[in-house]
């Protein structure tokens, strides 16, 4: 396959999930491209977010790479048989009620573990007309961890890992200088925030 998963990162063990996540990138043309970062603890961004296919590319990477993570998803998606799958993918159930709010709980989060791989989406919707949030730059940098840009390049077929960056707590030139390299990145769809 060529793409290594860092030592540090926490594997899912499960050969059939790997083996139909290889099986289902080499037919349908999809390979990966970058690095992932060695170290223990990363928040990796994915965007642009235009399309449910997203979570499909998404779920192939992560069995092809046997890799454990976390990603946040919107509640309602945690009900029955669904819920119960999504928590065994890593799912965690956003809930912006909570006493900290969301970012503060996923700080909270990442300072009590050892390890933690969070991939979520900073523009939080499929919209094509809304842009980017900013409480993923909130939480990386009050949990003090660098954020991976990754992508799902759908005009090249490519799970991409970009540059690796650590947030200056500047929000505007930090969004700006993410914005800026996911805007040639084309998702299934083209949102509004980069053309």
């Given at each position: 396959?060529?793409?290594e998963v860092p030592l540090s990162y926490t594997r899912r063990n499960s050969a059939?999930?790997?083996?139909?996540?290889?099986?289902?990138?080499?037919f349908s043309?999809?390979?990966?491209?970058?690095?992932?970062?060695?170290?223990?603890?990363v928040l990796i961004s994915v965007a642009p977010h235009t399309t449910n296919w997203d979570f499909v590319v998404g779920v192939m990477g992560l069995w092809s790479l046997d890799l454990k993570l976390s990603f946040i998803g919107k509640h309602t998606l945690f009900r029955g048989w669904f819920g119960t799958w999504l928590r065994s993918l890593g799912g965690i159930p956003a809930d912006r009620r909570a006493k900290r709010g969301l970012v503060g709980e996923v700080v909270d989060a990442f300072n009590g573990a050892e390890k933690m791989v969070l991939a979520l989406s900073p523009e939080g919707t499929r919209a094509r007309d809304k842009g980017f949030k900013s409480g993923f730059?909130?939480?990386?940098?009050?949990a003090n961890v660098p954020i991976v840009l990754a992508y799902f390049d759908f005009k090249n077929q490519v799970i991409g890992f970009g540059p690796i960056f650590y947030p200056t707590g500047d929000v505007e030139s930090d969004l700006e200088f993410v914005v800026n390299f996911y805007r040639p990145?084309?998702?299934k769809y083209l949102k509004t925030w980069q053309t």
């Open positions: 396959m060529g793409f059939i999930t790997k083996r139909l996540g290889r099986l289902v990138m080499r043309g999809w390979r990966f491209e970058g690095e992932l970062p060695d170290v223990p603890k730059l909130h939480i990386a940098y009050g990145i084309r998702g």
